[in-house]
Nanobody
Framework: VRLAESGGGSVQAGGSLTLSCTAS????????MGWWRETPGKEREGVAA????????YYADSVKGRFTISQNNAKNMVYLQMDSLKPDDSAMYYC??????????????????????WGQGTQVTVSS
């Protein structure tokens, strides 16, 4: 599985951005797709995840109500709509895939388990 992100950029606080992830290769064993983010000095954080077989989604508390993950399986694409952006949302955003169900890696208490496959990342910068 190979993942490629696009759509990052700079935006003012309160604005919106949509990230896209294009997946290629053999996707038959992928059960969970997600978005993570990382800032210098902090651990990579799971932001949003979606079960590839349906619409079940998972979100970090910090983005609930502001971010929306969606997918287009026919195009092998996953999206992250980010609204009401805050300066704290500034980070490198990564698309990721995992063979385990989202419930196992993202639907549990505490930090999400690291996903198996990662894209190269796309930078999001939110200015105040």
């Amino acid at each position: 599985v190979r993942l490629a992100e696009s759509g990052g950029g700079s935006v003012q606080a309160g604005g919106s951005l949509t990230l896209s992830c294009t997946a290629s290769g053999y996707l038959g064993t992928t059960n969970c797709m997600g978005w993570w983010r990382e800032t210098p000095g902090k651990e990579r954080e799971g932001v949003a995840a979606i079960w590839t077989g349906g619409r079940t989604t998972y979100y970090a508390d910090s983005v609930k109500g502001r971010f929306t993950i969606s997918q287009n399986n026919a195009k092998n694409m996953v999206y992250l709509q980010m609204d009401s952006l805050k300066p704290d949302d500034s980070a490198m955003y990564y698309c990721a895939a995992d063979q385990d169900p989202c419930l196992m890696v993202a639907g549990k208490e505490g930090p999400w388990d690291p996903f198996e496959t990662w894209g190269q990342g796309t930078q999001v910068t939110v200015s105040s």
